[in-house]
Nanobody
Framework: EVQLVESGGGLVQAGGSLRLSCAAS????????IGWFRQAPGKERESVSC????????YYADSVKGRFTISSDNAKNTVWLQMNSLKPEDTAVYYC???????????????????WGQGTQVTVSS
């Protein structure tokens, strides 16, 4: 079964940290790019960070550069998003998603990610 399962969300005060995990199964992890997206109430979903599993190339949205770090362990088929210096505006449901590497290399974070997790809530209090 093709599956992405996120974990690690929660409630944290501004300035704090959280580490999200995304466990993948059912597809060749090494041949995919994994992205983290978020959607806040009343707002459109936005790309936060992506990683190309084959070579570790990364992308970060300007809003999270210097605060978030994406990493992966191909042996564990897992991607993490380390979020530091969290701000109230980071509050959202965070999703991980996967897309074949070939599509990601062509379209980048705007690629049509076809595999999605169920999401995990991140709430940052001021």
């Amino acid at each position: 079964e093709v599956q992405l399962v996120e974990s690690g969300g929660g409630l944290v005060q501004a300035g704090g940290s959280l580490r999200l995990s995304c466990a993948a199964s059912g597809f060749p992890f090494d041949d995919f790019a994994i992205g983290w997206f978020r959607q806040a109430p009343g707002k459109e979903r936005e790309s936060v960070s992506c990683i190309l599993s084959s070579d570790g190339r990364t992308y970060y949205a300007d809003s999270v550069k210097g605060r978030f770090t994406i990493s992966s362990d191909n042996a564990k088929n897992t991607v993490w998003l380390q979020m530091n210096s969290l701000k109230p505006e980071d509050t959202a449901v965070y999703y991980c998603a996967a897309v074949p590497a070939a599509y990601y290399m062509t379209y980048g974070p705007q690629a049509d990610f076809g595999i999605w997790g169920q999401g995990t809530q991140v709430t940052v209090s001021s």
